[in-house]
């Protein structure tokens, strides 16, 4: 079937190797897509572990390749699960990414927060996707880092390279009057005329709800507690129950979510000690985080971009602890919106004075909301995005005529090395 009487297709990818807002991120675009335009097909490449946990439209599926994990303290990575080393992992992605994409042949590959992928892994999906004449769009959050600590990174990965030569357009998921992600780099003068503000992503409720019994059973108001994927999460936590046990008096209790990537440990200590409190409830991790968060009085969190587009798409009081470490992402973040008045901050870098968190529990529902400041496009970014694509699904295919569907592909490898044939 020719490419040009087919439904369009686009392909995302997110390299998910630390907490849940990649994927996160990836899930609401798709889901954005096919609402605008049910013919469409949206296919997700994620190393996510908990992808399949999330609620998809209809025409949306992922294809999940072999996780890594990143260390917090070094930033450096290794296989999640399977025991080959992470070159060897890396090496199995690489592949994946490509050969899917050589089968699926999309009509537009968005590629999210890291250009290259992950140490590279997608460099040979681009340039493959490059010689069909398929647009590629690199989407990036509102901040990445500390511009200084960027530039270093980028010009390491020699990054500008697949700015400049091999990406269409450039998406920024956010809005100059927060941030400008890329502010602060030598950026070629054709990388800045490819860059385009969306606004923040705003989260809707999942379609359907399946709380746990135990905040179902939650009838007071309270305050969700929330470090995301959690595997950096566990000063958060200490710092919200120490306030409680320094002052059992805070008005409103709390629903402690800690996240699937927190540390086993950890997260039985937190329990014991919110097991104390009547008005403290605890959960691993539920995908309806938003339905927690509309219900909830204030939010505590650490800030990455997916709870930052929550807080404000479901106009909560939130304070937010930034995490600092490896990254200043969260604080930067935090930082402008606390200056916009759409937060709270509180900066764990100063001591985590139980009072101080006890204070700031206290005064949090009294806090103003989001939606007291008046910051024009805000949360335009679903819209706008839906508009960039279907600019980009106009475009003519440039490529050589698509391989006829059902038909041999390039030769795969066998675990044994020998080459096979596959069908589509």
Not at 71 to 84: F, K, M, P, S
Not at 128 to 137: E, F, I, N
Not at 284 to 300: D, E, I, P, R
Request: hydrophobic share 40%; aromatic share 8%; charged share 25%.
């Amino acid at each position: 079937m020719p490419a040009s009487n087919r439904s369009k297709r686009v392909l995302l990818y997110s390299h998910d190797s630390y907490g849940l807002g990649h994927v996160s991120r990836c899930r609401t675009i798709a889901n954005a897509i096919v609402a605008a335009d049910s013919s469409i097909s949206v296919l997700i490449l994620s190393g996510s572990p908990v992808i399949g946990s999330y609620e998809f439209r209809s025409g949306i599926d992922f294809v999940r390749i072999p996780g890594v994990v990143k260390q917090i303290d070094t930033g450096e990575y290794d296989a999640a699960n399977l025991r080959v080393g992470v070159e060897h992992t890396l090496a199995i992605r690489t592949r994946i990414i490509r050969d899917t994409a050589d089968i699926y042949r999309p009509d537009l590959f968005i590629v999210d927060k890291e250009p290259l992928g992950l140490r590279g892994e997608v460099v040979p999906t681009l340039e493959l996707l490059k010689g069909r004449g398929t647009p590629l769009v690199f989407g990036l959050r509102d901040v990445v880092d500390d511009p200084t600590q960027l530039a270093v990174e980028w010009q390491r990965k020699k990054v500008m390279p697949a700015l400049r030569d091999l990406y269409d357009e450039i998406w920024a998921y956010g809005l100059p009057q927060v941030n400008k992600p890329l502010a602060g780099l030598n950026l070629p003068p054709s990388v800045r005329h490819k860059t385009v503000y969306t606004g923040y992503l705003r989260r809707d409720l999942p379609l359907h709800v399946d709380l746990p019994h135990e905040i179902e059973e939650a009838t007071a108001p309270f305050i969700l507690v929330t470090p995301g994927g959690g595997g950096d999460g566990e000063d958060l936590v200490d710092w919200v129950l120490s306030a409680y046990e320094a002052d059992p008096h805070i008005p409103y209790g709390a629903v402690v979510v800690f996240g699937p990537f927190m540390a086993a440990t950890a997260r039985e200590s937190f329990k014991e000690r919110a097991a104390k409190f009547d008005n403290i409830r605890t959960l691993t991790f539920t995908n309806n985080l938003g339905f927690l968060m509309k219900q909830a009085a204030g939010v505590v969190a650490m800030g990455g971009y997916n709870t930052f587009c929550e807080i404000l798409s479901f106009d909560k009081r939130a304070i937010i602890v930034p995490r600092t470490r490896p990254r200043l992402e969260q604080f930067i973040r935090a930082r402008a919106a606390r200056d916009l008045g759409l937060i709270e901050m509180l900066d764990a870098a100063r001591g985590r004075d139980p009072h101080v968190m006890a204070t700031a529990l206290r005064q949090l529902p009294q806090q103003g909301l989001p939606s007291d400041v008046i910051v024009p496009g805000l949360l335009d970014g679903l819209p706008n995005v839906w508009r960039l694509v279907s600019k980009q699904l106009a475009r003519p295919h440039r490529g050589p005529a698509a391989i006829e569907e059902f038909t041999s592909l390039e030769p795969a490898i066998r675990p044994d090395g020998a080459a096979v044939r596959a069908k589509l």
